[in-house]
Each structure stands twice: as C-alpha cells, then as structure tokens.
C-alpha cells in the first residue's frame, strides 16, 4: 500500500519561501515518479512539479519555473519542493503524487495512480 503524506505547509507572504515534504512509503519508488499538483476551489487540480526517482530529471509548469525546486532523498524516501518568490496565485491546497509512468506523461494526463492528503499553501499580498 503506497502511502504519501505530506508538510510544510502554512502561511506566507508574498516574496517568501516555503519547502513542502513528502514522505513517501510502501513501496520500492526507484522506478516511480513523483511530483506535486496543486488545486484551488473550483478549478482543475494543476500540475506543477515532477521527479523521476531514478534518474533525477524533472520537470516544471511554467508559472513555477526558476521559482520552484523539485528534488528527493533517497534515504529519507521523501521527496521536497521548495517554494520560493512565492505569489498570491501560488495560494493552493498541494498534493504529492507517485505513478510508475514516466514524467512527460506523469505531467500532462494528471492522473497519477496515488496522492497524499494534501497541505494547505497560502500566500497573502
């Protein structure tokens, strides 16, 4: 049973940072990736960070890029996202997500097999 759980989340203002964790367990996630979405009320669940466990490439949305860092441990079996120059608009409940598919399409169907719990991000202006 693949459990995901993630922290860090909370309450910033805008221009800060924040770094998200996610614990990962369950499984052996060398042939896995993981990354992160995020959703607002009323809109789609958005991609925006991913990690390809073995080999460590990743990928990002464009409105995250050169803002946004995506990177794991493998010891630790927990994947980190750090948030910095954080906006208004980056305010969002994130949620960690792991599929054996790889990144390009991890990132464009946003239908990975397991999620955590979420974790709420707020940046106020």
């Known amino acids: 049973q693949v459990q995901l759980v993630e922290s860090g989340g909370g309450l910033v203002q805008a221009g800060g940072s924040l770094r998200l964790s996610c614990a990962a367990s369950g499984r052996t996630f060398s042939s896995y990736t993981m990354g992160w979405f995020r959703q607002t009320p009323g809109k789609e669940r958005e991609f925006v960070a991913a990690i390809r466990w073995s080999v460590g490439n990743t990928v990002y949305a464009d409105s995250v890029k050169g803002r946004f860092a995506i990177s794991r441990d493998n010891a630790k079996n927990t994947v980190y996202l750090q948030m910095n120059s954080l906006k208004p608009e980056d305010t969002a409940v994130y949620y960690c997500?792991?599929?054996?598919?790889?990144?390009?399409?991890?990132?464009?169907?946003?239908?990975?097999?397991?999620w955590g719990q979420g974790t709420q991000v707020t940046v106020s202006s």
């Open positions: 997500a792991a599929d054996q598919r790889n990144i390009v399409l991890f990132a464009t169907t946003r239908q990975p097999a397991y």
